[in-house]
């Protein structure tokens, strides 16, 4: 069982930044690949970003060099720093774990950009 907490969303204006961060349980979490998913009220959650376990990186179009997803397996903990925030970027974000084929999620940071 895999236990995923998220921190750090808040209010931002646009512009501004926020770091996100996703502390995971478990010993493994350097064989997780890791990802960001996003949820706005009445749609469906979408993939924002995604790190694999060898470090390989890859993101949704909308994110593509204003966010930047990291990991750090010492403190078993996955990051999304995100730049130049817009309003649409207002949603709940989620951490996701995958490992062998089960998925985990945690239950979400809210973040809003305010223009």
């Known amino acids: 069982q895999v236990q995923l907490v998220e921190s750090g969303g808040g209010l931002a204006q646009a512009g501004g930044s926020l770091r996100l961060s996703c502390a995971a349980s478990g010993r493994i979490f350097r064989m997780y690949n890791m990802a960001w998913y996003r949820q706005v009220p009445g749609k469906e959650r979408e993939f924002v970003a995604r790190i694999f376990d060898f470090g390989s990186t890859n993101y949704a179009d909308f994110v593509k060099g204003r966010f930047t997803i990291s990991r750090d397996n010492t403190k078993n903990t996955l990051y999304l720093q995100m730049n130049s925030l817009k309003p649409e970027d207002t949603a709940v974000y989620y951490c996701?774990?995958?490992?062998?084929?089960?998925?985990?999620w945690g239950k979400g940071t809210l973040v809003t950009v305010s223009s």
């Open positions: 996701n774990a995958l490992l062998d084929g089960m998925g985990y």
